[in-house]
């Protein structure tokens, strides 16, 4: 990797179709359009399957992860993933509401972003808070990665020992940590 390349793992979702494309097809489109000169894709994990929530609320998810190598900045490789989301017909409207592309900047190169006092409010904001409130600034690593089994399986099938940059632990160390039934709904496509 060269000096001024930073490593970065990113999220992706979506249960609606984009156009004619069914989920699975956007998320593989968007994998291809997110590589450009300043961003190398390193690793793709499988696709899977996740029950939307609450249940009956909508089509199933399509999840999967990716490792990149980038020579953007935090910053500019947000701005690359809501530009690649507008290339596939993104809205933000409603706050986890169904969408047909997310993708999520995970971590960054370890980075805790802005600070560790940032992130330790974003991390414990109650349920109810995170439904509605949304950070004006980028918030690193996902202050919400620990609780997530549709993040966690696909980001353990590329990066299983990436340790979090807060809690100090990996992510296969994460998944095991969650409820059971919760992984048990992530099934590979």
């Known amino acids: ?15 609606l179709p984009a156009g004619a494309d ?13 590589q450009t000169d300043e961003v190398a894709l390193r690793s793709v994990s499988r696709f899977f399957q996740t029950p939307c929530f609450p249940a009956g609320a909508g089509p199933d998810y399509v999840n ?21 989301e507008a290339q596939f017909a993104r809205v933000r409207e409603q706050r986890w509401g169904m969408r047909t592309l997310d993708l999520d900047l995970v971590d960054y190169d ?6 560790a006092a940032a992130y330790a409010r974003w991390q414990g904001l109650p349920l109810e808070k995170q439904m509605q409130d949304a ?16 993040v966690l399986v696909p980001l353990a099938d590329i990066a ?20 059971p039934r919760d992984v048990a709904e992530v099934t590979p496509l």
């Open 160 to 179: 299983p020992r990436w340790r979090h940059p807060v809690l100090q632990k990996t992510a296969a160390e994460m998944l095991a940590e969650l409820q």
């Open 110 to 115: 370890g980075a805790v972003l802005p600070d």
């Open 135 to 150: 950070p004006g600034q980028l918030i690193l690593p996902h202050p919400r990665i620990q609780d997530r089994a549709f």
């Open 64 to 84: 999967a992860a990716v490792a990149v190598e980038t020579a953007l900045s935090a910053e500019d490789l947000l701005a690359r993933l809501h530009a690649v």
């Open 1 to 15: 990797m060269a000096a001024n390349r930073k490593m970065a793992l990113i999220a992706l979702g979506g249960n």
């Open 22 to 34: 069914a989920p699975q097809v956007t998320l593989a489109k968007a994998i291809g359009a997110l």
